[in-house]
């Protein structure tokens, strides 16, 4: 069980986000908090393996938090989850000590395999990944609502189709190996396919 505290002063968009987080069977948020300070608080009695935090936030706000949370025992892995590609805020958030860097309007699955890769210590933080977060898909809307597939695994199967290896696909999209195993597993049960000629068949059918 993974256990997540998130921090986000918009309070709509933060119990969106823990609904979200609590369908994984995995996942367990223990608390939901407003500002950096009340985090910190929680985290003297509560041992949390992924602490989510804003940027932007009263009392305490994300670059606070990521410097108390770096220097406390025991010591959650942060993901910043921010509203901005931009690279000089990313930057400074991997120097301050952040885990990993997820936008706000990235497809949900992005940061629901971020968490599983920062805690089991495989994410590679990459500024690339985040402008990849960011980019439209013609088709998305279509195969999301036809086979429920999300935007990365929609990416995945394309490569997949166009000859790369999981290795291929891991280098491109700066993922773990493991990620895009567990990526192409969940792409093979939603479209109810058991080989990789199927796969491809399936993908062409899709004129992917």
Do not use: W
């Not at 509203?83 to 949900?108: R, S, T, W």
């Not at 495989?122 to 980019?135: A, E, G, P």
């Not at 998305?140 to 990365?152: C, G, T, V, W």
């Not at 280098?171 to 479209?191: G, Q």
């Amino acid at each position: 069980m993974i256990n997540i505290a998130l921090v986000d002063d918009h309070k709509m968009f933060a119990k969106g986000i823990a609904g979200l987080l609590e369908d994984e069977e995995d996942f367990q948020v223990l608390g939901v908090f407003s500002n950096g300070q009340e985090l910190l608080d929680f985290l003297k009695s509560r041992k949390v393996d992924v602490v989510l935090t804003d940027m932007n936030m009263p009392v305490m706000d994300g670059a606070g938090v990521i410097e108390a949370v770096r220097s406390s025992r025991p010591r959650p892995k942060i993901i910043v989850l921010s509203m901005y590609d931009d690279e000089a805020i990313f930057q400074k958030c991997q120097k301050l000590g952040a885990n990993a860097y997820v936008l706000k309007n990235a497809d949900p699955d992005e940061l629901i395999y971020t968490i599983r890769e920062v805690f089991e210590g495989s994410h590679v933080m990459s500024f690339q990944k985040v402008l990849q977060q960011n980019q439209d898909d013609l088709y998305a809307d279509l195969y999301k609502e036809k086979f429920k597939l999300s935007k990365r695994e929609l990416q995945i199967l394309r490569m997949i189709k166009n000859g790369m290896t999981n290795r291929d696909v891991s280098l491109n999209l700066h993922l773990s190996i493991h990620t895009v195993e567990a990526h192409r597993k969940k792409i093979h049960h939603k479209l109810g396919v058991s080989s990789i000629a199927e796969l491809i068949r399936k993908a062409v059918d899709m004129n992917l």
